[in-house]
């Protein structure tokens, strides 16, 4: 290109998209959950991602952050995000309201191999934010219900209130195609009525499964890693079928910076989701 020339939009891969904010609520006390729509209803509809993917997102004047799409590909239009209130970006997302806009930039990264993951049973263990990337793929399972074997939720938070999609979930227990075990560490309310204690006391209800019919998904805090992992390979699932989703000091998404380098490893092209060998020597990543 040029002196003359001027750039356009497909020449700058950092020029977002306006987007408009359709839905916000919290979800717990630090966490808001956002429904959000591309300004242009034909790009909008094309926004085409993978579940495990993530966008980055601008707020006007605050700067812009990485955040993984939490509504799945299967039903387009929307795009649905899990934010916790952690800093400038998302302290001024907080401060928005329902039909303001922000800049919108994605989707980044790679996703969960959802071709080669039909038609083989799923395990989906999920804590604390973890549930965000994860509520993607476990929408898609079941608006696909028949591409997959049995689909197995186990979610685990500190305490109810800090559980998110409780009531999603608690109405999805209602369905006869999800196998789903909820659990806190403990219960401050008296009225809980799922299991208590760390979400790896939920392996034991797991039965009858079929190691190398299966891929074991899970995203947490990083201490659950180390002990979901070991129970996910307790039950011999392949290491390659054993994925994690990791967001690793994310900044760019597209590899320019460096920001998320490990050696030769970047989260933001490599990631966010990894299998179990590609961390097996690389546990900086966790």
Known sequence: MNGTQKATKSD???????????????????????????????KALGFSYQTGQFAMMTV??????PFSISSTPSRPGLLEFCIRKAGTVTNALFN????????????YGTGFPVDKMQG?????????LGAAPLRSVLLYCLDNRDQFGRVILLHGAKRPAEMLFLEEQLELKGRDDLECHLTVDSDDTGQWTEGTGVVTTLFPKLEGIDPENTFGLVCGPPIMYKF?????????????QILMTLERRMKCGVGKCGHCAIDYIY??????????????????LI
């Not at 998209?17 to 034909?42: C, G, H, K, S």
Request: charged share 25%; aromatic share 8%.
């Open 120 to 128: 083989k049973d799923i395990i989906i263990v999920m804590g604390g």
């Open 12 to 42: 700058n891969p950092f020029l977002p998209e306006p987007a408009r904010i359709v839905r916000t609520y919290p979800l717990t006390e630090d966490v808001n959950f956002f429904q959000i729509r591309i300004a242009d209803m034909e």
């Open 60 to 65: 006007l004047g605050a700067g812009e952050a």
């Open 96 to 107: 928005l309201k329902e039909n303001d806009l922000v800049g919108l930039r994605g989707p």
């Open 267 to 284: 989260t933001c092209l490599d990631g966010p989701v990894f299998s179990y060998w590609d961390v097996i020597h690389m546990r900086e």
């Open 228 to 240: 979901v992992l070991q129970e996910f390979l307790k039950l011999d699932i392949p290491k390659d």
